[in-house]
């Protein structure tokens, strides 16, 4: 089973974090890392992350990254490549949410090409 990492990048959106990281954490494909990267978020969406982990205690390893300074989406998502360990990387935006078995149907299409 491959890793798969998914790179999270978050800023200011507190409103959404926490579905999205509930939707990551309870995904049927099991072998994922999670990569979040706060953007220097002025808002509450790093605290909030912090404890849905502290309450959760996902199975999944989930790192979160710290830019010093909002430097874009695209700058985000390069962080999360370069600290990835995936043999495929999945982008998903912070205020988004996938299906529980999104990982997996996409690991298994993957596999049949």
Do not use: W
């Not at 491959?2 to 990551?24: A, G, M």
């Not at 309450?55 to 989406?73: C, D, F, Q, R, T």
């Not at 370069?82 to 999104?102: A, Q, V």
């Amino acid at each position: 089973m491959d890793l798969i990492t998914i790179v999270v990048p978050v800023y200011n959106v507190e409103k959404y974090i926490s579905d999205c990281l509930d939707s990551l954490i309870s995904q049927t494909y099991k072998n994922i890392e999670i990569i979040i990267i706060n953007d220097k978020t002025t808002d509450e969406s790093i605290s909030i992350i912090k404890d849905v982990l502290q309450k959760e205690a996902p199975s999944v390893p989930i790192k979160i990254i710290e830019h010093a300074e909002n430097k874009g989406l695209s700058s985000a998502r390069n962080t999360g490549i370069k600290n990835s360990r995936g043999e495929y990387l999945y982008f998903l935006d912070s205020d988004d949410e996938i299906s529980t078995d999104c990982i997996e149907t996409l690991s298994n299409r993957a596999k049949i090409s």
